[in-house]
């Protein structure tokens, strides 16, 4: 079955990873801007680190016709830095129009601190003022929950924030429904032991359905599967779910997020595919 992996960070994993990837079917991935494993010196290393995202990635991933999007931003464990992280949103505007930029993430909270806050709500006022679709990282174990919800107070007192364009990501049993109950898509971030495993996010499937919901990998520095959607998908086979509802779970919702963005290109169909290069009597090159 085809799938798109949401949210993982390619820049972490060898280019064996993507093959594994096409392997087992994989259409597309979006790369959200992260954490590099250290703090950045200087507002320089993010724009190399976006040149990596919007130049590197995409044509490392077009070789094993993977296409690849991409989100700006400082992350919120760098956003405690808030000089810097003023630098990096002043400069954020040079790169979104580049083909692949879906919007501003993964911004969010780490350790719900005010510094990580106001340059949160920075993040909301860039991506109000330029029209772009936001991805957000909630925070991890003891955190997630206070978290979730402060995250979601704040986008809710700005009014021009609309739900249905924003993703609230690494959502869990605790979290999910509240993302959901108040307009929002949300996400589940598949981890072998961390977050969730693949078999508790069919039973959060089981208890939530199917709507303006997706699964990921985060496939990032740390101990995680670049295939966990695959194996979400095993899961959900095993369970006897139906093809449509993975297949919606695992591709149509990803896409239909996506297609809100303002740069967004549609994919050539299967049967334009089929016959253009007969049509046009060339050799069939991949797309
Ligand atoms: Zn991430």
Request: proline fraction near 5%.
């Amino acid at each position: 079955m085809d799938y798109i992996d949401p949210h993982i960070h390619m820049i972490s994993r060898v280019t064996d990873d993507y093959h594994r990837m096409a392997q087992c079917g994989c259409a597309a991935i979006s790369e959200p801007a992260f954490w590099a494993g250290f703090d950045r010196g200087s507002v320089e290393g993010f724009r190399d680190y976006f040149r990596h995202l919007t130049e590197v990635e995409p044509k490392r991933a077009a070789q094993f016709n993977i296409k690849h999007y991409s989100w700006l931003c400082i992350n919120a464990k760098e956003a405690e830095n808030v000089s810097l992280s003023r630098e990096v949103i002043a400069m954020i505007p040079e790169f979104l129009n580049r083909p692949g930029v879906l919007g501003i993430g993964e911004i969010g909270l780490n350790k719900n601190t005010k510094n990580e806050a106001t340059i949160f709500q920075e993040h909301v006022d860039l991506a109000m003022k330029t029209d772009e679709l936001i991805l957000i990282h909630t925070p991890h174990l003891e955190d997630k929950y206070m978290g979730t919800r402060m995250i979601i107070d704040m986008l809710k007192g700005d009014s021009r924030v609309k739900p249905e364009r924003v993703l609230i990501d690494h959502v869990e049993e605790h979290t999910v429904r509240h993302a959901l109950d108040n307009g929002f898509w949300c996400a589940m971030t598949l981890y072998p032991t961390t977050k969730c495993t693949p078999a508790r996010a069919a039973d959060i499937i089981e208890m939530v359905g199917t709507e303006r919901i997706m699964a990921n990998s985060a496939g990032d520095w740390g101990k995680s599967d670049p295939l966990a959607v695959p194996e979400l998908i095993q899961e959900m086979k095993r369970r006897g779910h139906p093809e449509a509802s993975i297949k919606k779970l695992v591709y149509d919702n990803p896409l239909a997020f996506w297609r809100q963005s303002q740069r967004w290109q549609e994919w050539p169909t299967e049967s334009v595919k089929a016959e253009a290069p007969v049509a046009k009597g060339k050799k069939a090159v991949a797309v």
